[in-house]
Nanobody, 124 residues
Framework: VQLVESGGGSAQAGGSLKLTCVMS????????MGWFRQAPGKEREGVAAIEGGGRISYRDSVKGRFTISKDNAKNTLYLQMNSLNPEGAAMYYC????????????????????WGQGTQVTVS
């Protein structure tokens, strides 16, 4: 299974970017997919997640500004980021949990078993 992110780049404060993550390979039961970010010197943190049943969660600091969505037919995950601020500057990673027992904590890195290589977002 591969996860490939795209859509990162540079945005001005207050601007927008849309990230895309395409999943390919032998895809079985997808329990959840999520977006994480990691700034230099900081831990990787959850940004948003969408579970198989459609439940969506966001970290508090992005609520109302970021939107996660998924196209199941295309095995593609999106993250629309509006009103970007300097806190949003980081490497953004796509993650997926594929298992038959969907019992992970999808707000944390421990809930996922597949990761992309990341796409860089800078905010000026």
């Amino acid at each position: 299974v591969q996860l490939v992110e795209s859509g990162g780049g540079s945005a001005q404060a207050g601007g927008s970017l849309k990230l895309t993550c395409v999943m390919s390979g032998y895809i079985t039961n997808v329990c959840a997919m999520g977006w994480f970010r990691q700034a230099p010197g900081k831990e990787r943190e959850g940004v948003a997640a969408i579970e198989g049943g459609g439940r969506i969660s966001y970290r508090d600091s992005v609520k109302g500004r970021f939107t996660i969505s998924k196209d199941n037919a295309k095995n593609t995950l999106y993250l629309q980021m509006n009103s970007l601020n300097p806190e949003g500057a980081a490497m953004y990673y796509c993650a997926a949990d594929m298992a038959w027992d969907c019992s992970g904590d999808y707000r944390t890195v421990y809930g996922y078993n597949y990761w992309g290589q990341g796409t860089q977002v800078t905010v000026s």
